[in-house]
């Protein structure tokens, strides 16, 4: 399964077990896309991590949209921080993600919508197999407690980005707690990578948990 990082980072509120994604793992989900969407850039060499900024590299976008829109946010003449690039769009990044996924044919709409004000999120999967291998092979690399620098970008950033971002679903209390040691040397892979931005997903975070916001 061909996913931008954002995608794969949208769709590891997935829940196998309960064949739905879970609505509490809703919150936040703004601010994960869009860190995703920050961080493939970089990897891709088209923003810098310049002294805890962000930095606009090279003058062609991305193809995909998503990723093309994010990038343009970026000045290629005035480092952004990262906070100001992930707070910005922690009510709007989302929707265009998930509607990559519709169009794409990995998620499709429900036959019956939820009714409340987040029934416009519910989506159903089209391909729950494909989806659990994605998620399994990110799985793996934490409890198999691998050495950071062995792991695919992709798998690290999820790891981290679902950990730090409150997914409930990707790790469980108890494998948080049995594989402590493995997450925070994840996370200090990421943040030696792009210094700055796992800390600003969290402020983010924090900001606007203390205003029950988060929700897109």
Not at 21 to 34: C, K, N, P
Not at 76 to 93: N, Y
Not at 176 to 194: G, N, P, S, W, Y
Request: aromatic share 4%; with cysteine.
């Amino acid at each position: 399964m061909n996913l931008t990082l954002p995608q794969r980072v949208y769709l590891m509120s997935y829940s196998p077990a309960k064949k739905d994604f879970i609505t509490a793992d809703l919150q936040f989900r703004g601010q994960r896309v869009q860190a995703a969407a920050l961080i493939e850039l970089v990897e891709a060499g088209l923003v810098g991590a310049e002294g805890g900024k962000a930095v606009r590299l090279g003058t062609e976008p991305p193809a995909d949209a998503f990723l093309a829109e994010a990038w343009g946010e970026v000045s290629a003449d005035t480092p952004h921080t990262w906070l100001t690039l992930i707070h910005s769009k922690a009510h709007t990044a989302e929707a265009p993600v998930r509607a990559q996924l519709l169009a794409a044919g990995v998620v499709k709409e429900p036959v019956h919508r939820r009714l409340g004000p987040l029934g416009h999120h519910h989506v159903v999967l089209s391909a729950p197999e494909e989806v659990r291998a994605v998620r399994e092979a990110t799985r793996d690399t934490v409890l198999n407690d691998a050495d950071p620098a062995t792991v695919p970008p992709a798998d690290l950033a999820t790891a981290v980005l679902c950990t730090e971002g409150e997914v409930s679903v990707l790790f469980d209390a108890r494998e948080r707690r049995a594989h402590r040691e493995t997450l925070k040397a994840f996370a200090q892979r990421l943040d030696d990578r792009i210094p700055g931005l796992r800390m600003a997903l969290l402020s983010s975070i924090v900001s606007h948990r203390s205003v029950g916001g988060g929700w897109s």
